[in-house]
């Protein structure tokens, strides 16, 4: 016969079994997160057939979720220009800031992102790669991962007018900086910057480096500086430090999963990581 202690035990390590399982796949127990939130988007909708890259997809449903879920808890969402201003002390910071950015510049962005962006009343800022715009994603190799269209000038100029959308810079050809010269280096960051400017009228304040690369190479990172830009962001996953300090290394940023459930996205926005 089977003892009521028996159950009891067993109810109990059932219990922590599904506890330390939750524990080890949710980043709960964290402290709160503190700071600025940056979220990392990059394709808005549903991944091709045949994608490798699947988690790079965020749904329109997902999305807009996501949009309202920083204004029902009170997030102020930034345009970069506006975070050079309080960076500069021209503004103050407001009390739960956050930056929704987009790495890449896919059509999707303006044809998807933009009209969800307008009616939620929050804004975005979108890393353009130079040469693709008008084009595709031309670092991709078509028989691994299939092409995607890109922003064209034209939708970057009509977002650009809205007022809710700012542009950084994702060099000029997407190249992985750790891998290519010094040389090369600083013409992706200048070159970029430079024709950026040129073409939207306006200072590009900004930088995001490609996959990530070349962030925490003292001479990419300082190359990265040089070209002029007030800010660059990696791929840490985190809340970044305000106020921020160049010293302190690129801003960290909230990496937006196309697997990611409401829980994953409550816990990135509030302990600034969901899983491990």
């Known amino acids: 016969m089977i003892s009521p202690a028996w159950f009891r035990d067993a109810a109990w ?54 949009m309202e879920y920083l204004n029902r808890y009170g997030y102020t969402t930034l345009l970069f220009r506006e975070l050079a201003e309080i960076y500069e002390g021209k503004r103050p910071m407001p009390e ?8 890449d510049g896919y059509a999707n962005n ?30 991709h190799d078509p028989e691994s991962e299939p092409w995607v269209r890109m922003l064209t000038w034209k939708q ?23 891998q290519i010269s010094l040389e090369e280096v600083r013409w992706e960051l ?35 500086l040089d070209a002029g830009y007030l800010f660059d962001f990696g791929i840490k996953q985190g809340y970044a430090p305000w106020p921020w300090k160049p010293e302190s290394g690129p801003i960290k940023r909230l990496y937006i999963r196309g697997d990611d459930n409401r829980f994953d996205f409550h816990l990135q926005m509030t302990r600034g990581k969901s899983r491990f």
Do not use: C
């Open 13 to 66: 390590l059932l219990g922590a079994g599904a506890f330390a399982g939750v524990s080890a796949r949710w980043n709960w127990w964290r402290p709160k997160a503190r700071g600025l939130a940056v979220l990392m988007y990059h394709k808005i909708g549903y991944y091709p057939e045949g994608s490798q890259l699947q988690n790079l997809w965020v749904t329109a449903e997902e999305f807009r979720w996501q």
């Open 96 to 103: 739960k800031p956050a930056l929704v950015t987009f790495d």
């Open 110 to 139: 303006y044809e998807i992102a933009f009209p969800i962006l307008r009616e939620t009343g929050t804004k975005g800022n979108i890393y353009l790669v130079y040469e693709t715009i008008d084009h595709h994603n031309s670092w």
């Open 156 to 178: 970057v100029l009509e977002m650009q007018e809205s007022g809710i959308v700012d542009f950084g810079s994702h060099t000029m050809r997407h190249r992985n900086l750790a």
């Open 190 to 224: 200048s070159e970029s910057k430079k024709r950026l400017e040129e073409k939207l009228g306006r200072p590009i304040p900004a930088f995001a480096y490609p996959y990530g690369a070349g962030a925490y190479v003292p001479e990419v990172r300082k190359a990265a």
